[in-house]
T-cell receptor, first 113, second 115 residues
């Protein structure tokens, strides 16, 4: 199957860390992605991780991948009000079909000042 | 990355009419895609726009409803035909740099409302 699940909503205080979680069912995915969508805007690619990696860090963003549990997470350090948005995880390479992205349901991150 | 623009950015249309959405990229790309994002929902792939051949449609989407053109490596159009209120969505194009790179960059989207 091709299901990618996320929790719907996360609320944090400014300056705290945010952790957004994603679970997927297809173990053949090649890359996993995190996208950010601000209100009324398109999708911005935040970061991605290759499926043979466990962790990737990029400034305030840390991606953790647990292939055994098919669990992906995005940690945002020192969360700011500008981080308020919907965050989508996505997987690609499913069943050998490169370039086809399957998106998660999206997590709305609300950052309280 | 790539700079991707879409026209129009938004439109309000009457039931039964058609709308053509344009997607322009600032450099040549092999892969272009069209997605639909229904209100409050995630993104669903409509089709892959192939240069020089017919688009490849995903299950649930047909060419008669969503005809796609890809005349060159920097441009594509998606037409939403015979619209109904259920077609109200954001339509996004994306590009992938090469067939071996799965990374996709998205345009700003076209917000369509059908009355």
């Amino acid at each position: 199957g091709e299901d990618v699940e996320q929790s719907l909503f996360l609320s944090v205080r400014e300056g705290d860390s945010s952790v957004i979680n994603c679970t997927y069912t297809d173990s053949s995915s090649t890359y996993l992605y995190w996208y950010k969508q601000e209100p009324g805007a398109g999708l911005q690619l935040l970061t991605y991780i290759f499926s043979n990696m466990d962790m990737k860090q990029d400034q305030r963003l840390t991606v953790l991948l647990n292939k055994k549990d098919k669990h992906l997470s995005l940690r945002i350090a020192d969360t700011q009000t500008g981080d308020s948005a919907i965050y989508f995880c996505a997987e690609s390479g499913i069943g050998g079909a490169t370039n086809k992205l399957i998106f998660g349901t999206g997590t709305l991150l609300a950052v309280q000042p | 990355s790539a700079v991707i623009s879409q026209k129009p950015s938004r439109d309000i249309c009457q039931r039964g009419t058609s709308l053509t959405i344009q997607c322009q990229v600032d450099s040549q790309v092999t892969m272009m895609f069209w997605y639909r994002q229904q209100p409050g929902q995630s993104l669903t792939l409509i089709a892959t726009a192939n240069q020089g051949s017919e688009a490849t449609y995903e299950s649930g989407f047909v060419i008669d409803k969503f005809p796609i053109s890809r005349p060159n490596l920097t441009f594509s159009t998606l037409t939403v035909s015979n619209m109904s209120p259920e077609d109200s969505s954001i339509y996004l194009c994306s590009v992938g740099r090469t067939p071996s790179t799965d990374t996709q960059y998205f345009g700003p989207g076209t917000r369509l409302t059908v009355l």
